[in-house]
């Protein structure tokens, strides 16, 4: 009997085309490199200097330096997948932002900062990768999300808005990409071992650590175990699978 199930491997995303946001640290270089071994053909933006060690470390990645909060951004990083690659078939919107403050300490200033990059860059992105996917008969778009997207954080007014306001855009997306064949999907993520809070807080290593008994399973995500979750919502396996919020938070949610 022939198995119709696709399988993981070096060619899982061979002929395919992905974007990653926020690739050069963390879950978004875990990711491109994940897609990179699979076979996909990859494009990768990032705002840090790193995302140049990147294109040496995987070799045939097309680096773009940008703001996912800009128009020009979103629209000249899907435009070099077209010209490098011939079109595009995934995109992974995993560039964010954090920000602990209670809601009475957080100013204006902080709530757009935030909101900017976690839900104004992945619309923008979602807007012009929807243009090149409708042209290719089709896509696959998942979101670095958290379990702040479905529920409150304490000291996280705009970062909790900003994920409940990414999970929303992206069943929206769901429901117009499934007539187009595209389908969007988000990872919740729960609390995951990366430099995310570095630039906000010099404890942030021991702060993360601390955050290990809220998860059932005892400990924070690694980086590559989000980034596997997030190739599994745009690869054939999951192909009947659009508009989902998924949890990957060591069972966080669960209570």
């Not at 022939?2 to 963390?26: D, M, N, Y």
């Not at 128009?71 to 954090?98: H, P």
């Not at 699978?241 to 209570?255: E, I, K, R, S, Y």
Request: hydrophobic content about 45%; some cysteine.
């Amino acid at each position: 009997m022939i198995s119709t199930t696709p399988s993981t491997g070096a060619a899982e995303f061979a002929g395919k085309t992905a974007l990653v946001t926020g690739a050069a640290r963390g879950i978004g270089k875990e990711t491109a490199s994940l897609l990179h071994t699979r076979g996909a053909h990859v494009v990768a933006l990032d705002t840090r200097p790193e995302l140049a060690v990147l294109s040496e470390e995987l070799p045939g990645v097309v680096t773009v330096t940008g703001d996912v909060t800009a128009e020009e951004s979103a629209t000249r990083a899907v435009g070099a997948a077209v010209d490098a690659f011939g079109g595009l078939d995934i995109l992974v919107n995993n560039a964010g932002r954090t920000l602990n403050k209670p809601v009475t300490h957080t100013t204006a200033r902080d709530w757009d900062s935030v909101m900017d990059v976690n839900a104004r860059g992945a619309f923008l992105f979602a807007r012009e990768a929807f243009r090149a996917m409708e042209e290719r008969g089709g896509g696959a778009i998942v979101s670095t999300g958290s379990y702040a997207s479905t529920v409150g954080l304490p000291e996280g007014v705009a970062y909790s808005a900003s994920k409940g306001a990414l999970a929303q855009l992206t069943k929206v997306l769901a429901l117009e990409g499934g007539p187009l064949g595209i389908r969007a999907n988000l990872v919740a993520a729960g609390v995951v071992e990366t430099d995310f809070l570095d630039t906000f807080r010099p404890d942030s290593r021991a702060y993360l650590a601390s955050f290990a008994d809220v998860h059932p399973l005892g400990r924070v995500a690694q980086p590559r175990e989000i980034a596997e979750v997030l190739c599994f919502l745009v690869s054939p396996r999951s192909a009947f699978v659009t508009g989902a919020v998924l949890p990957a938070d060591g069972g966080f949610t669960a209570a």
